[in-house]
Nanobody, 120 residues
Framework: QLQASGGGLVQTGGSLRLSCAAP????????LGWFRQAPGKPRTFVARVSKDFSLIYADSVKSRFTLSRDNAKNTVYMQMTSLQLEDTAVYYC????????????????WGRGTLVTVSS
C-alpha cells in the first residue's frame, strides 16, 4: 500500500510538498506519479516520473509542480508552487510495478489520497 503525505491548507500562491512511499517488497517499481480529483470532477492526471527519471506533466501544472524520485527509498516527491484555487483536490499517488523478476505483468497500486486545499 502506498503512503501519501504532505497535503494541507495553503493560501493562493503558496507551496506544498507531497510525498508518497511505495512498498519495497516488489521486483521493480516503474512509473510513480500523481492524479488528482477536485470536488465533483473526475480524477485527472497530474504528473509522473519513470524509473529512469523521465517526466511528464499535465499542462495545467507545468512550470509550477516539480516531480522527483528517490529510487533507494521507493519514494516520489511533488513540490507544488504558485498554488491556485483550481489546484484544490484530493491528490492520489500511484505506482506501476512488477512483482517478480521475469514477469511481464505490471500492476498499479494507489495511495489513499491526501487533500490539498488552496484558499484565497
Amino acid at each position: 500500500q502506498l503512503q501519501a503525505s504532505g497535503g494541507g491548507l495553503v493560501q493562493t500562491g503558496g507551496s506544498l510538498r507531497l510525498s508518497c512511499a511505495a512498498p519495497g517488497s516488489v521486483f521493480s517499481i516503474n512509473d510513480l506519479g500523481w492524479f488528482r480529483q477536485a470536488p465533483g470532477k473526475p480524477r485527472t492526471f497530474v504528473a509522473r516520473v519513470s524509473k529512469d527519471f523521465s517526466l511528464i506533466y499535465a499542462d495545467s501544472v507545468k512550470s509550477r509542480f516539480t516531480l522527483s524520485r528517490d529510487n533507494a527509498k521507493n519514494t516520489v516527491y511533488m513540490q507544488m508552487t504558485s498554488l491556485q484555487l483550481e489546484d484544490t483536490a484530493v491528490y492520489y499517488c500511484y505506482a506501476d510495478y512488477i512483482v517478480h523478476e521475469g514477469s511481464a505483468v505490471q500492476y498499479r497500486s494507489w495511495g489513499r489520497g491526501t487533500l490539498v486545499t488552496v484558499s484565497s
